[in-house]
């Protein structure tokens, strides 16, 4: 009981002098300062934009502003409903536009197996394996033999 009591008062104590120092009210400058440096621990946080792209991040955020404050914002329909509205919104246009990447986030149930793998794309032209000393394997597509690396021995061209 005496422990619960103490561990009560050296809980609360900072929190009530915390308190009494900020007058019940935050701090709008820390809260600022912390909410910068949440945003620049995520991902892309640190990233400068240049001109060009800070001006389409501001076109974007436009874009989604009105997107909404629309009578129907898309994520707040069922998709068979939303599609329509999906495909002629000027984001979808505008991302249908852009370059796609890398797989970011894949699922084990959509990716192909091995022997597929073998068939289709080590054969491809410029594939060479890169045999690693920990017994793994990675493929890598050149234009030319890629140069050595100490934790690497390619192999060469599986296609001639």
């Given at each position: 009981?005496?422990?619960?009591?103490?561990?009560?008062?050296?809980?609360?104590?900072?929190?009530?002098?915390?308190?009494?120092?900020?007058?019940?009210?935050?701090?709008?400058?820390?809260?600022?300062?912390?909410?910068?440096?949440?945003?620049?621990?995520?991902?892309?946080?640190?990233?400068?934009?240049?001109?060009?792209?800070?001006?389409?991040?501001?076109?974007?955020?436009?874009?989604?502003?009105?997107?909404?404050?629309?009578?129907?914002?898309?994520?707040?329909?069922?998709?068979?409903?939303?599609?329509p509205l999906i495909q002629k919104s000027p984001i979808f246009?505008?991302?249908?536009?852009?370059?796609?990447?890398?797989?970011?986030?894949?699922?084990?149930?959509?990716?192909?197996?091995?022997?597929?793998?073998?068939?289709?794309?080590?054969?491809?032209?410029?594939?060479?394996?890169?045999?690693?000393?920990?017994?793994?394997?990675?493929?890598l597509f050149s234009e030319r033999q890629p140069f050595p690396?100490?934790?690497?021995?390619?192999?060469?061209?599986?296609?001639?």
């Amino acid at each position: 009981m005496v422990i619960s009591i103490c561990q009560a008062v050296v809980t609360c104590v900072p929190l009530l002098w915390m308190v009494r120092v900020t007058d019940g009210m935050p701090d709008p400058a820390q809260r600022d300062l912390l909410m910068r440096q949440e945003a620049s621990r995520q991902t892309g946080g640190q990233v400068m934009l240049t001109v060009a792209e800070q001006k389409l991040d501001a076109y974007l955020h436009r874009l989604k502003e009105q997107e909404m404050s629309a009578a129907q914002f898309p994520p707040a329909i069922h998709f068979f409903k939303a599609k329509p509205l999906i495909q002629k919104s000027p984001i979808f246009k505008l991302l249908q536009k852009m370059p796609k990447g890398a797989a970011l986030h894949i699922h084990t149930s959509s990716m192909v197996g091995v022997e597929w793998l073998v068939k289709n794309v080590t054969y491809r032209p410029h594939c060479y394996i890169c045999f690693n000393w920990d017994n793994s394997v990675r493929f890598l597509f050149s234009e030319r033999q890629p140069f050595p690396r100490w934790d690497c021995f390619y192999g060469s061209c599986l296609r001639h």
